[in-house]
């Protein structure tokens, strides 16, 4: 049985993404199959019956901590190039030992070149997303060449989607041989939400309600998201959009809804996890997912799991594997509208599109993904 | 002796344009002219024009001896009368040749014969009128859109004058019989000429495929096959969309080189003619009753109706499309004609959408729901005027 060094970076409930989540579930249904360490960079209080250990043990979580993936903020670069060293250093007190080194992005990427450099072990690099695409190929030099000088010296490269194997073969010039897109998979178990009072009074009063679930950055297209209501109110006049997630551009949208009058008919519920987000779906009509980039994109998922139909940008990565939703250009405000009004209005659509999506959740199994990783560590 | 029957359906659609919400009520044009024409210009170059000359060309090598029957829409004459003329002229001329039968179907390639008896003969008798002033010749033999037949259709097309339907051999009604022989209706009054679907295929979908094990198929090994019927099949029914020559099967695959050798090598061997469908006809009595009660057609492995209404869209397009019939005024009645050809339908079809499946050449839609999509607005539309 081989023995796996996994390096995570954030971890639920100490997530904003999805990197945290699919650590989870990735180290969660390798746990039973493989032997699995999986290392994280700080101590955080977490429930779990994996093997965890943690290159820093004495931080102090700081109230309301919240690390903003992929942000470049403060503290946080060193904190990347220094995990390596500050990991070693445990491995060795702990005296681990272990056959293979799978890491996540660049975050804990880094940390796993370095170990790979003085333990001299083979490398994976599972990339979730990379400056690339974060920046719309406006990258951060120093990063892209962090990225870049990972992915050279890794001996085998995951991607979550085709759209980021592109990528990763184009802009940062790996072979196409060195990299296996393994899309990201979901939980299929189905969970109910809570009781929302308000969104259940909405939909008793025939309110439409389309929802949007992410950060609000740049990357996830919550601008364009927001620009489409306008149109749509145009034509459905009960609508409610609701806007679920934190970030920088909270401003930028309440700006956007004032200057087109809609602000009255958004809510901004901010970030929500399980329970609540679960319960959100339940209430919703339809969600949205205009990236102007995402590598993958679970949230889409998500709402198909909850009978949610969805349209996405042709830039995101599980359109490359989820067929039946829409897709639109993310900068193509008024065809997104156009088609959001024909969900609204056109029930025989939203049945067939929640209906047929449905049917293709059984290609997102964790399962089927675990094996496929196994048979990676087995080879390699 | 076994007689060798080809047909071929020449048809293309008046694909619609992207038409969305905010175009209803504002705009009436609703068909994509330039995208129409696009698509035309390639099946006219590579299948139309190239396939056409070769017929003609081995109608006269053989001396006559090579026959084919042609089912042409009305909506694809109106097209070639646009764009391609030149293709009307050589049907003729070909045509010319006596050697060539047109048969009778519905001018929109519509599905009228399952939702409106009134608008099924009105578009039946357009057709009849349109290929007699072209090829001055009456259609006789009826190919139903897609092949479409069930046994009410039966008086109908015997009251427009038909004495004869096509259809598909589908093995759960022929049971142990053959496709190569003549059959009739339960009442006797149409005479029914079945597609063997396996010889068809082996042109239209196989030919090309290097997993089949009968890669590469030659002339003289095909007419080898059809002289095995020789002693138990009268007619061999080899129905298939035109675009098969050069389209379906590219040039590439040898599909031309195929079809100027095939008529030859089947005339080489002992007892094997072509005929025309009436020929046929009139040539071999019926040998059984082929009955139906329900539509099949030529489609997928289920042989109905499915790829056309079977998901909840396609109804919804479709029984809202007739339900304007009783409104409908004369000048929006050609298109509401034009949108009731099958292919709109078909482009909605979301059997085997997720494995990658095309479902149809020439689909211009990314997804069977931005088909729907579209079409759903233009019946918005067209409903407003009304």
Redesign the interface.
Same mark, same amino acid.
């Given at each position: 049985m081989k023995k796996v060094l996994m390096i995570g970076w954030e971890f639920p409930p100490f997530n904003s993404g999805g990197l945290g989540v699919v650590t989870y579930y990735l180290a969660k249904n390798l746990n039973n199959k493989i032997n699995l360490i999986l290392a994280l960079p700080k101590k955080y209080p977490i429930n779990s019956d994996l093997n965890i250990i943690f290159a820093d043990e004495d931080v102090k979580i700081l109230k309301g901590y919240q690390k903003i993936y992929g942000i470049f903020a403060n503290g946080f670069l060193e904190e990347v190039l220094t995990y390596g060293m500050r990991l070693l250093k445990k491995i060795k007190e702990l005296n681990l030992d272990f056959d293979i080194i799978h890491a996540h992005d660049w975050l804990g990427g880094f940390c796993g070149l370095y170990l790979k450099n003085n333990l001299n072990k083979p490398l994976i690099i599972h990339i979730h997303s990379t400056e690339i695409e974060r920046t719309g190929n406006n990258p951060n030099p120093m990063i892209y060449k962090i990225e870049k000088e990972i992915m050279d010296n890794a001996d085998k490269i995951i991607s979550v989607s085709k759209l980021t194997k592109s990528i990763i073969n184009n802009f940062y010039k790996i072979p196409e041989e060195k990299i296996i897109d393994i899309p990201n998979a979901i939980d299929l178990n189905y969970y109910e939400g809570a009781d929302l009072e308000y969104f259940r009074r909405l939909k008793l009063n025939n309110y439409k309600i389309v929802i949007f679930v992410g950060r609000l950055v740049l990357q996830k297209g919550p601008d364009y998201f927001v620009r489409t209501l306008k &149109?749509v109110s145009e034509?459905i006049k009960k609508i409610r959009y609701v806007i679920v997630g934190d970030g920088e551009m909270f401003p930028d949208l309440i700006k956007i809804a004032d200057e087109d009058k809609v602000l009255d008919k958004i809510i901004f519920t901010g970030f929500l996890r399980d329970e609540r987000l679960w319960a959100i779906y339940k209430y919703a009509d339809l969600l949205v997912a205009p990236s102007v980039f995402d590598p993958f994109g679970l949230v889409p998922l998500e709402a198909v799991k909850f009978g949610v139909p969805v349209i996405i940008s042709r830039t995101t990565g599980v359109g490359d594997y989820l067929? #039946?939703c +829409?897709?639109v250009d993310f900068w193509d405000v008024? #065809?997104a509208?156009? &088609?959001i009004?024909?969900v609204l209005? &056109?029930?025989? +659509?939203k #049945? *067939? +599109?929640v209906k047929?999506s449905k *049917? *293709?959740l059984s290609k997102f199994k964790w399962e089927d993904r675990i094996n496929k990783l196994i048979d990676i560590y087995n080879k390699i | 002796m076994p007689s060798v029957c080809f047909y071929f359906k020449v048809h293309q659609p008046f694909r619609i344009k992207n038409y969305s919400v905010f175009d209803i009520g504002k705009d009436e044009n609703y068909f994509d002219d330039e995208k129409n024409k696009m698509y035309l210009d390639r099946i006219a170059n590579k299948c139309y024009i190239p396939t056409l000359n070769t017929i003609y060309e081995l109608i006269k090598e053989t001396n006559y001896r090579f026959k084919v029957t042609f089912g042409i829409t009305g909506v694809l004459i109106e097209q070639l009368r646009l764009w391609h003329p030149e293709v009307i002229d050589l049907f003729r001329k070909v045509a010319s040749t006596g050697c060539v039968e047109f048969t009778g179907e519905t001018y929109y390639h519509s599905l009228s014969s399952i939702y409106s008896k009134k608008e099924f003969i009105e578009q039946v008798i357009m057709h009849k009128n349109l290929i007699s002033s072209l090829f001055n010749q009456i259609p006789k033999v009826f190919s139903n859109t897609e092949l479409i037949y069930f046994d009410d259709l039966v008086d109908t097309l015997e009251g427009l004058g038909f004495s004869a339907i096509i259809t598909e051999g589908v093995d759960h009604i022929l049971g142990w019989r053959s496709p190569n022989f003549v059959y009739e209706d339960p009442s006797g009054k149409l005479k029914i000429l079945l597609r063997n679907y396996k010889l068809s295929d082996d042109i239209s979908f196989r030919f090309s495929s290097r997993d089949w094990e009968e890669w590469p198929l030659t002339a003289d090994k095909f007419a080898y096959w059809i002289s095995q019927y020789n002693g138990n099949g009268e007619v061999i029914n080899l129905f298939m969309d035109f675009e098969t020559f050069g389209e379906h099967q590219w040039k590439e695959t040898g599909i031309f080189d195929f079809l100027v050798n095939l008529p030859f090598e089947i005339l080489k061997q002992k007892d094997l003619n072509f005929m025309t469908l009436s020929e046929a006809i009139k040539t071999y009595p019926a040998r059984g009753e082929f009955s139906s009660p329900y539509p099949i057609t030529w489609a997928d492995v289920e042989r109905d109706l499915t790829a056309w209404v079977g998901n909840e869209m396609q109804k919804d397009a479709i029984q809202r499309l007739y339900a304007l019939e009783k409104r409908m005024k004369d000048r929006y009645l050609d298109k509401w004609r034009k949108l009731q050809t099958a292919d709109h339908f078909y482009y909605m079809c979301t059997k085997w959408f997720a494995d990658g499946d095309v479902h149809k050449y020439f689909n211009p839609y990314e997804s069977p729901y931005v088909a729907y999509i579209n079409f759903r607005n233009i019946l918005e539309d067209l409903n407003l005027r009304l």
């Open positions: &149109y034509h067929k #039946n +829409l897709k008024k #065809n509208a156009n &088609y009004i024909s209005k &056109y029930r025989p +659509l #049945n *067939e +599109l047929n *049917e *293709e | -």
